[in-house]
Nanobody, 114 residues
Framework: VRLVESGVGLVQAGGSLRLSCAAS????????MGWYRRAPGKQRELVAT???????NYADSVKGRFTVSRDIAENTMYLQMNSLKAEETAVYYC?????????WGQGTQVTVSS
């Protein structure tokens, strides 16, 4: 499965940004998709996931501000990020699991200016 992230990468603190992750295959067949991020000098961390059944899960730090969704017809997953904070500057990665293997996108830089 090939995953390609996209989205405008620079926003002011308090602003909003939407990331997209386009998959090369029918995402309905995938077990789970999700978003991770790696901030400078920190380990990669989970941001949000969405299961094949549509159940969502969020890191505590983003609950109420971020929303993960998908468009099965477009084979695309989204991450709507609101009220962004400067400390959320990171490379954001798309992830997918097809019950056998895990796949990662190349990552997209998100910079939140204070």
């Amino acid at each position: 499965v090939r995953l390609v992230e996209s989205g405008v990468g620079l926003v002011q603190a308090g602003g909003s940004l939407r990331l997209s992750c386009a998959a090369s295959e029918n995402i309905f067949r995938l077990n789970v998709m999700g978003w991770y991020r790696r901030a400078p000098g920190k380990q990669r961390e989970l941001v949000a996931t969405i299961s094949s059944g549509g159940s969502t899960n969020y890191a505590d730090s983003v609950k109420g501000r971020f929303t993960v969704s998908r468009d099965i017809a477009e084979n695309t997953m989204y991450l709507q990020m609101n009220s962004l904070k400067a400390e959320e500057t990171a490379v954001y990665y798309c992830y997918a699991n097809d019950y056998v293997l895990g796949y990662w996108g190349q990552g997209t830089q998100v910079t939140v200016s204070s």
